[in-house]
């Protein structure tokens, strides 16, 4: 079974410091995981994926993350923050309670918020 | 491409009433998921569909909750008789091969 947990609730920066938003998985085979993001009355729109290729991945407007497979983690980062980068993001591991892969599986999400 | 669409977008109905949500996937995309997303239990899965059969229901709270996918471009998801508790945003994703889903902007249900 895989299981995913954001490790804060809510994270608060400065406009132009860095950002940095916790997630630690657990899948039983070498997972696929995703980092999406939500902003206020809108949908989820993906911001990255890692699949086995580079452990380090880079994702639409600045944020990159890092697989490291020894610490169970994929945190998410981002040099420089911006007032339009508050919002809501979702670590996901694919694979459900079932085991399919095609199954994605949320962490309870991190509130970010911006000030400035 | 025009995304995953959803309608409507909000939805109010009164306690008993049936409800349909419907959605569009992305064409040419085989995977259809509904989820549910509220403040007390975050996003659920509640249902998916590869080629437009049902693959996995476990997620669907109750008999109440119905989906259907009759053709490749076009799904329900369909609560009768609604109830309060339902009240949730709940959206469509589409998926190809890549395990990557796209998502639809949701409907915001209230059931008074």
């Known amino acids: 079974a895989q299981s995913v947990t954001q490790l804060d609730s809510h994270v608060s920066v400065s406009e132009g410091t860095p950002v940095l938003l916790r997630c630690n998985y657990s899948?039983?085979?070498?997972?696929?995981l995703f980092w999406y993001v939500q902003h206020p009355n809108k949908g989820l729109q993906l911001l990255l994926k890692y699949t086995s290729a580079a452990t380090l991945v880079k994702g639409i407007n600045g944020f990159e993350a890092e697989f490291k497979k020894s610490e169970t983690s994929f945190h998410l980062t981002k040099p420089s923050a911006h007032m339009s980068d508050a919002a809501e993001y979702f670590c996901?591991?694919?694979?459900?309670?079932?085991?399919?892969?095609?199954?994605?599986?949320f962490g309870s999400g991190t509130q970010l918020t911006v000030l400035p | 491409d025009a995304g995953v669409i959803q309608s409507p977008r909000h939805e109010v109905t009164e306690m008993g009433q049936e409800v349909t949500l419907r959605c569009k996937p992305i064409s040419g995309h085989d995977y259809l998921f509904w989820y549910r997303q509220t403040m007390m239990r975050g996003l659920e899965l509640l249902i998916y569909?590869?080629?437009?059969?049902?693959?996995?229901d476990s997620g669907m709270p109750e008999d109440r909750f119905s989906a259907k996918m009759p053709n490749a471009s076009f799904s329900t998801l369909k609560i009768q008789p609604s109830e309060p508790r339902d009240s949730a945003v709940y959206f469509c994703a589409s998926s190809s091969l890549a395990h990557e889903q796209f998502f639809g902007p949701g409907t915001r249900l209230t059931v008074l």
């Open positions: 996901v591991v694919s694979g459900g309670l079932s085991g399919s892969a095609r199954q994605l599986t």
């Open positions: 569909f590869n080629n437009n059969v049902p693959i996995d």
């Open positions: 899948s039983s085979y070498s997972p696929s």
